[in-house]
């Protein structure tokens, strides 16, 4: 049974950094391209960041490129979400997912994660 478990998420103010972590479990981690999602109160979910199997690929939504970085660690089964200068609008659920194959599109992620909560603080 594949799991993914983020962690990391908090209240911060503006202007400061968190990094949330995603373990996974269950698959072989290293065959899947994995993402970041998150969504705010009221909002539909929407695509954050994806990486490649390898992690030599990355792509990132309009809003946090720049600020947030993605990476992974496939001999510890994790990918991590570094986030610098957050702002208010960052303030959501923070989802990590796994891909069939590399996209921002959601219905490329077959398992997700129960995800992590993100307060950012004006």
């Known amino acids: 049974q594949v799991q993914l478990v983020e962690s990391g998420g908090g209240l911060v103010q503006a202007g400061g950094s968190l990094r949330l972590s995603c373990a996974a479990s269950g698959r072989t981690f290293s065959n899947y391209p994995m993402g970041w999602f998150r969504q705010a109160p009221g909002q539909e979910r929407e695509f954050v960041a994806a990486i490649s199997r390898s992690g030599g690929t990355t792509s990132y939504a309009d809003p946090v490129t720049g600020r947030f970085t993605i990476s992974r660690d496939n001999a510890k089964n994790t990918i991590y979400l570094q986030m610098n200068n957050l702002k208010p609008d960052d303030t959501a659920v923070y989802y990590c997912?796994?891909?069939?194959?590399?996209?921002?599109?959601?219905?490329?992620?077959?398992?997700w994660g129960q995800g992590t909560q993100v307060t950012v603080s004006s």
């Open positions: 997912a796994s891909a069939q194959y590399y996209s921002g599109y959601d219905g490329a992620y077959d398992y």
